[in-house]
Every structure is written in C-alpha cells, then in structure tokens.
T-cell receptor, first 111, second 116 residues
C-alpha cells in the first residue's frame, strides 16, 4: 500500500530556532515529492523535488530528496512566528498516479 | 485572476440532506481534484478530473458524485449527507494532465461542512 509518513506530528520551538521536518514515502511509480504549507485555509505550494541530492531553497526554507532512502526533509532556519502552520508532504505516484499526502507536521513557533 | 474559488465557505446539513459544493478555476488548468481533510488523516482524494469531460474515483469516493461541467468548473455532490462526511473539503487544479512532469496543484480556500 502506498503511504507517506511525516514526523514529528507536532513541534513547538522558539523564534530563531532551526527545525527539520521529515517525510518518508513508500510509493510505487514514484515521480516527485511536494511540500505544502497550510495556515488557516488552503495549502500553498513550497517545493517540488524530483532528483536526489539537489537542494531546493526559498529564503529560510530548504528541502532535499533522497530517492535511495525514500525520504525528504524540509529545513526552516531562523524560524519566525509566521512560520507556524501545518506542513504537508505529498508523493506523486502510486497505483493511480496521484498525490498521496502525509498527515502533516504541526509547527508552532513561539515568540 | 482569482485562482481556485469554492462555494460555500461553510455549510451545516442534517443527515440525509443533499448539497453541491462548487469549485471554479480561472487558470485554464486541465486537471481538477476534490479532497477532504480530516484530523489525523491528512488530505484524501475523493474524485478527480484529468480533463474536461472525464472524471475518476480517488481514494474515498463513496457517498459522493462529481460533475466536470466545463474546463473551469468541477462540482462535488453529496446526495444523502452522513455525519461521517463532516470535514473540510478542498478543490485543487493543475495545469498538466496526469503523467506529465509538473504536479503542482493549486488549492481553493476550502469548504467546512458539518453534518448533524
């Protein structure tokens, strides 16, 4: 069965801390891995990763994929309260060639 | 350019009532999706439409029907609502059809549905 597992389920940090969010996947016909940030409403796209070892970076956020070990990490440096959100990981692939989502990591950044 | 829009934002139904959730996108995307999001379950795909005129079941289609009215609009219908359908429903769209390389989906703001 195709699945995506995220850890930790939740995380509380202080402003300025660096956090690492994990995503492991077991998905047949894997094509890509995506990260989304969800605040109060809809998920917003962060990164799409297709190749191993190539870091994608956007400001204080960065992500990398390891296709051999079947995982990805999302790093956030110098966290701010505005980073508080649920971070969703999704793998594109599977028997139906769709996005398969993890349950998300709830990040709370305290002032 | 509004992106993906959904109506209504909130809805309360009684068990057995029916309703249609509306979704529209103005990005000329080919593919559209309906998800539900429940605590501890993540986002689960209900139905999707790879292109105008086609629809297919996702992970959790039971109790739902969909219509791809035209390229812009993709509606989700609950014929006889049940408390288990209490959830937040998200519509999403994507430019390319399945099997293409780009898989970025753009999400609507969601519809919160409570079935009593």
């Amino acid at each position: 069965e195709d699945k995506v597992v995220q850890s930790p389920l939740s995380l509380v940090v202080h402003e300025g801390d660096t956090v690492t969010l994990n995503c492991s996947y077991e998905v047949t016909n894997f094509r890509s891995l995506l990260w989304y940030k969800q605040e109060k409403k809809a998920p917003t796209f962060l990164f799409m990763l297709t190749s191993s070892g190539i870091e994608k970076k956007s400001g204080r956020l960065s992500s990398i994929l390891d296709k051999k070990e079947l995982f990805s990490i999302l790093n956030i440096t110098a966290t701010q309260t505005g980073d508080s959100a649920i971070y969703l990981c999704a793998a594109h692939g599977g028997a139906t060639n769709k996005l398969i989502f993890g349950t998300g990591t709830l990040l709370a950044v305290q002032p | 350019n509004a992106g993906v829009t959904q109506t209504p934002k909130f809805q309360v139904l009684k068990t057995g009532q029916s309703m249609t959730l509306q979704c529209a996108q103005d990005m000329n995307h080919n593919s559209m999706y309906w998800y539900r999001q429940d605590p501890g379950m993540g986002l689960r795909l209900i139905y999707y439409s790879a292109s105008e005129g086609t629809t297919d079941k996702g992970e959790v289609p039971n109790g739902y029907n969909v219509s791809r009215l035209n390229k812009r609009e993709f509606s989700l219908r609950l014929e006889s609502a049940a408390p288990s359908q209490t959830s937040v429903y998200f519509c999403a769209s994507r430019e390319a059809p399945p099997l293409a390389g780009e898989e970025t989906q753009y999400f609507g703001p969601g519809t919160r549905l409570l079935v009593l």
